[in-house]
């Protein structure tokens, strides 16, 4: 990713924007954040990302979501707005982290990005537990999955992830923090630490 990709504000599915508007006004509160967020072409390779750039007038930095990755998730069968919601999840975590300084603390000298990026999977995992509270029939399950699927076993590569069930154990860890323990968000960050340093 360049930093200077084109941006488009719009999916082109006015009723899906507006649904997808209010999960991530929920995002912003659960994680005391408040990110840009935009589209842009990601034909050179499906991605998803956060930086702490500023590229539009919010203050968090910027989550952009790359338009074939939106394709790619809303033509699953089953809750493909929830997937997009996972994904969307995972990058508002990262805003997080480089909010409050977290990334550092957490890959520390690692050669991979696995710890940050786990500990953003136990945030959108978080936030699937926060959301199940208020709506009991909301589907959970499909961060899990959607984080599973995005998973990697290039263990020695510096952009190693974490293996397919790392990343669902880590939503799922964080789920159990947001919806089950009901804790604060500092606590759950503190939990979020010690549980990615051990891996």
Same mark, same amino acid.
């Given at each position: %990713?360049s930093g200077?990709?084109?941006m488009?504000?719009k999916?082109?599915?006015?009723?899906f924007? *507006?649904a997808?508007?209010?999960?991530?006004?929920? %995002?912003s509160?659960?994680?005391q954040?408040?990110?840009?967020f =935009?589209? *842009?072409?990601d034909?050179?390779?499906?991605n +998803? $990302?956060?930086?702490n750039?500023?590229r539009?007038? !919010? &203050? @968090?930095g910027?989550?952009?979501?790359?338009k074939?990755?939106?394709?790619r998730?809303?033509?699953q #069968?089953?809750?493909?707005?929830v997937s997009?919601?996972?994904? =969307?999840?995972?990058e508002? &975590?990262h805003?997080?982290?480089?909010?409050r300084?977290l990334?550092?603390?957490? !890959?520390g000298?690692?050669p991979?990005v696995?710890?940050?990026?786990l500990?953003a999977?136990?945030?959108? &995992?978080y936030?699937a537990?926060v959301? #199940?509270?208020?709506r009991?029939q $909301?589907?959970a +399950?499909?961060y899990?999955?959607t984080q599973?699927? *995005?998973? @990697?076993n290039?263990?020695?590569?510096?952009?190693?992830?974490?293996?397919p069930?790392?990343?669902?154990?880590?939503i799922?860890?964080?789920?159990?923090?947001?919806?089950?323990q009901?804790k604060?968000l500092d606590?759950a960050?503190?939990?979020?630490?010690?549980?990615?340093r !051990?891996?």
């Open positions: %990713m200077a990709e084109e488009f504000p999916s082109g599915d006015p009723q924007d *507006f997808l508007a209010h999960s991530l006004s929920a %995002m509160e659960t994680f954040i408040l990110p840009g =935009c589209y *842009f072409d034909s050179d390779g499906m +998803a $990302y956060a930086t750039r500023v539009l007038n !919010r &203050g @968090d910027t989550v952009l979501f790359g074939g990755l939106l394709r998730l809303m033509s #069968k089953e809750n493909p707005d997009v919601a996972a994904v =969307c999840a995972h508002f &975590g805003i997080m982290q480089y909010k300084g990334d550092k603390v957490v !890959r000298d690692s991979t696995k710890r940050v990026e500990q999977d136990y945030f959108a &995992g936030f537990g959301r #199940k509270i208020s009991p $909301y589907p +399950a499909v899990a999955l599973h699927n *995005f998973g @990697d290039m263990v020695n590569s510096p952009q190693h992830h974490g293996t069930q790392e990343r669902a154990d880590a799922i860890q964080g789920f159990e923090a947001g919806f089950r009901r604060p606590e960050i503190n939990i979020s630490v010690n549980y990615v !051990r891996l």
